[in-house]
């Protein structure tokens, strides 16, 4: 048995093929058809003590700017409720990606250490996304999946500490179920996350500023290294706040979002 598994396991290590074809460490991003990048904007609220967020328009804006510029066609639904968001997310994972090369999705909301809000209730990350997997979305198997959180995650402040210097395939394969994700939020679990009301979040918009500039020539990773870098350095809130946004990749390949 032991030598079995072992051939099994040389023979997956000598594919270089993946399920779109080509560069075993690329996706293939060449599909006919424009991907979808889907924009849930949440400004108002019926939840008692949650406040308008002002400066989401922004957000809003400036996403759908910047994936026009990358190639995808952009849909926005704004203040749904929950069973309005279920209903949404059903439809557009009903919908052939066959001919797309990834999915994106951002997400503009408030948020706890429980999840995201709708415009009543809230939902969790993990329930947003397993619309998209393999199981549930199967034209997109094998693709890109990419979803960018504004929200808090948390009520604490992270005010920063001081450092001493500043450092300068044709052929199908079986996939995991969860393979080909990524989530890139503004903040990790537990913080604050910042919007300012007349020019938008500090993540959206550096993410977007970074995605216009070096799209054509980074990989999706590197682009969301220097986001963080770019939030981390460049922005501070009026009482010494602080952002470090964080990502996390079950991506199995490089994503080129330019080459659309």
């Not at 066609?73 to 990834?102: M, P």
């Not at 994106?104 to 706890?112: D, I, P, R, T």
């Not at 693709?143 to 920063?160: M, V």
């Amino acid at each position: 048995m032991a030598e079995q598994l072992h051939e099994t396991w040389n023979k997956a290590d000598d594919d270089s093929t993946n399920v779109n074809g080509g560069d075993q460490y690329c996706y293939k991003m060449d599909y006919p058809e424009k991907s979808l990048c889907l924009i849930l904007n949440m400004e108002r609220f019926d939840i008692q003590g949650f406040d308008r967020r002002n400066g989401t328009h922004k957000d809003k804006n400036t996403l759908k700017k910047t994936f026009k510029k990358l190639g995808f066609e952009v849909r926005i639904e704004e203040d749904l409720l929950y069973t309005q968001v279920q209903n949404v997310l059903q439809k557009v994972a009903a919908e052939d990606h066959s001919k797309r090369s990834c999915f994106a999705c951002a997400v503009l909301s408030h948020g706890n250490e429980n999840g995201i809000f709708a415009r009543d209730q809230n939902f969790t990350l993990n329930w947003l996304v397993d619309f998209f997997n393999k199981r549930n979305c199967k034209s997109l198997a094998g693709k890109p999946k990419l979803f960018f959180i504004q929200a808090c995650r948390g009520g604490e402040y992270d005010f920063g500490i001081e450092t001493d210097s500043g450092s300068d395939g044709s052929s199908a394969i079986e996939i995991p179920n969860e393979a080909d994700f990524l989530y890139a939020y503004s903040t990790p679990p537990g913080y604050f996350a910042w919007r300012n009301s007349v020019d938008g979040s500090w993540f959206i918009q550096s993410l977007c500023k970074v995605l216009l500039e070096h799209g054509n020539k980074l990989e999706l990773l590197q682009i969301l290294t220097q986001v963080n870098h770019k939030v981390a350095i460049e922005y501070e809130s009026s009482i010494g706040g602080k952002e470090m946004p964080c990502f996390a990749s079950m991506l199995t390949k490089n994503v080129y979002l330019a080459a659309q």
